[in-house]
């Protein structure tokens, strides 16, 4: 496949995927560069502004298999990652799948499940497999968890640990439409327009194709020394408990590379790394007690620390 060619695809996700989640070009973007960064997704809005939508869009416009659960505190770790079952016939246990077990996994209102469940994903994740009863099972190819979580309501939530929010690359809000997409919303409602409507863009297959190409997208020296001044600062901020570790600066260099990619690039620049800076940083930064009690802004401490940083020519 020519690289014109998988440029070509990028865009064909897009515009399936913007065709039924309107209004919203840029968290799409953002979606898509994790996908392709080999990353996963944390989505934090309130209930009804389309993020089951945009998961069964992405995963219809990249021709991906998804699987989703709904996390209640009765929700149990082999709902997810799967089970031995003992069939009677036989005499012999059999393993039988999750919903883990898909190429996109929507993990929906993951802080309503116990920390045991929500913990069951880690391994998922990190390392592409899930052991059941000491066997290990590789999960399909590629792999993108898009977990959910309503920020207003705390009422019965376990929330994320700090070492688990790490896990995620990027954390996305999606917000509320602008008063003309949100027209055009009502009238494809009315269409009876939704995800299913749409035209896979690519296979499975031609997104690991993507990814490879994501990895060859070259970053300079002085680039990672750019990412590398960066983290140092969020490590010495005094508003921060503590910076940003390591497996956030090498997410923050490929979410980089992957954003490159997008706009066609073979080379990563500074603007990038700050496009993709706060959706990959900010939920690894937690504001100290004194910070909170002088109402600092994470976000704004952020994008300070953004703008000390001396930007390579």
Request: aromatic share 6%; glycine share 6%; proline share 4%.
């Amino acid at each position: 496949m020519t690289l014109e060619k998988k440029y070509e695809i990028t865009k064909q996700i897009k515009a399936a995927v913007n065709s039924v989640f309107v209004g919203k070009e840029d968290v799409v973007e953002q979606v898509l560069t994790c996908f392709l960064a080999g990353g996963h997704i944390l989505l934090e809005d309130v209930p009804g502004v389309g993020k089951t939508t945009l998961a069964r869009a992405m995963a219809k416009a990249t021709g991906c298999s998804m699987g989703r659960v709904q996390f209640t505190p009765d929700t149990l770790p082999g709902d997810i990652v799967g089970m031995s079952v003992y069939n009677m016939k036989t005499g012999e246990f059999e393993h039988r799948d999750g919903a883990v077990m898909n190429q996109i996994l929507l993990a929906d209102e993951i802080n309503r499940t116990s920390p045991k469940t929500q913990a069951s994903l880690l391994e998922a994740m990190a390392e592409g497999q899930v052991t059941v009863d000491g066997e290990s099972y590789a999960l399909p190819r590629p792999f993108l968890v898009i977990a959910t979580q309503n920020p207003v309501e705390f009422l019965g939530t376990y929330p994320l640990p700090e070492a688990q929010m790490d896990r995620f690359m990027m954390r996305l809000s999606i917000g509320y439409p602008g008063r003309e997409e949100e027209i055009k919303m009502a009238l494809q409602f009315l269409e009876d327009r939704t995800p299913d409507s749409i035209e896979s863009a690519c296979t499975a297959e031609d997104i690991m194709e993507l990814k490879k190409a994501v990895e060859q997208v070259e970053v300079k020296e002085s680039i990672i020394g750019y990412i590398e001044d960066l983290v140092n600062l969020t490590r010495k901020e005094e508003a921060y408990q503590y910076g940003i570790s390591p497996r956030g600066m090498l997410a923050l260099i490929r979410a980089s590379q992957a954003r490159a990619f997008l706009n066609e690039r073979d080379y990563v620049k500074p603007d990038d790394v700050k496009a993709v800076a706060e959706s990959i940083l900010l939920h690894r930064l937690t504001l100290t007690s004194e910070a909170k009690i002088r109402k600092l802004d994470a976000g704004k401490v952020l994008g300070s620390l953004l703008l000390k940083v001396k930007v390579p020519v």
